[in-house]
């Protein structure tokens, strides 16, 4: 048995997981809440490149060699408690790409800071595991707020508050046809964000992708 009952490790210096998320500010997150419960036989490291670039931030926990993709601060609770602290792997967040070693998405695509007078600059959102079948999530993208909705169908990115009231629309419904916000039951096509019914106003629609189980939105530079 090593030093340590649980190893666990943050990409703070990669190509794009620092860009991704503040890293550097999880691995303090991580270590308080060990501290906090006691758990002196916990290590938490701040790590180099895990070469899977695009994919953050990512977080790999030993002795299980758990991986974890696209996390969140929001997150950081449910590893430490479930997995790093409990030894549960919180499987929503686990990073299973099927290929093994380098698995890097393509940079120049995909990095937030890039943007191009050919097209917008690719934000990752979340994994599409993490918007429930034939529901709808708000998530934070750097300074926007965007609510991804899982038409059954697929996917599409839309504004995150009604251009009511800035009522959030996760709070709402969708059939698969109508989504619906539930303060004035203002509507709007689901596949296209334009108004229904009372609604005076569609919806702002961004451009969204999906590689390899992940969703990226597009953001104009």
């Known amino acids: 048995m090593g030093q340590y009952d649980r190893h666990v490790f943050v990409c703070t ?30 290590r938490i ?17 030993y002795p299980e060699n758990v991986w974890y ?25 686990r990073y299973d790409p099927g290929v093994r070693g380098p ?52 996917f599409v990115a839309y504004q995150a508050l009604c251009p009511h009231e800035a009522i959030r629309l996760e709070d709402g419904v969708h059939d698969g046809s109508v989504l619906t916000c539930l303060e004035h039951m203002w509507q709007f096509d689901v596949h296209t964000g334009a108004p229904l019914g009372d609604a005076e106003t569609g919806l702002k629609s961004y451009r969204l992708k999906e590689e390899r189980g992940e969703l990226y939105v597009g953001l104009e530079g």
Request: charged share 25%; proline share 4%; net charge neutral.
């Open 103 to 154: 698995n890097k998405i393509d940079v120049e695509r995909n990095d937030a800071s890039r943007a191009t007078a050919s097209g917008p600059a690719w934000k990752r959102v979340c994994g599409t595991g993490e918007v429930p079948a034939n529901g709808m999530k708000e998530f934070l993208v750097g300074d926007l707020n965007v609510l991804i909705v899982n038409t059954g169908a697929g």
């Open 13 to 42: 210096s990669g190509e794009t997981c620092p860009t991704q998320g503040d890293t550097e500010k999880y691995v303090k997150i991580l270590r308080a809440g060990a501290q906090k419960a006691g758990r002196t036989d916990i």
């Open 69 to 93: 993709a696209g996390v969140r601060e929001s997150d950081l609770d449910d590893i430490l408690t479930s997995h790093i602290i409990g030894g549960l792997p919180v499987e929503r967040l």
């Open 45 to 61: 490291n701040k790590s180099g490149c895990f070469s899977q670039c695009g994919h953050g931030p990512m977080i790999v926990v």
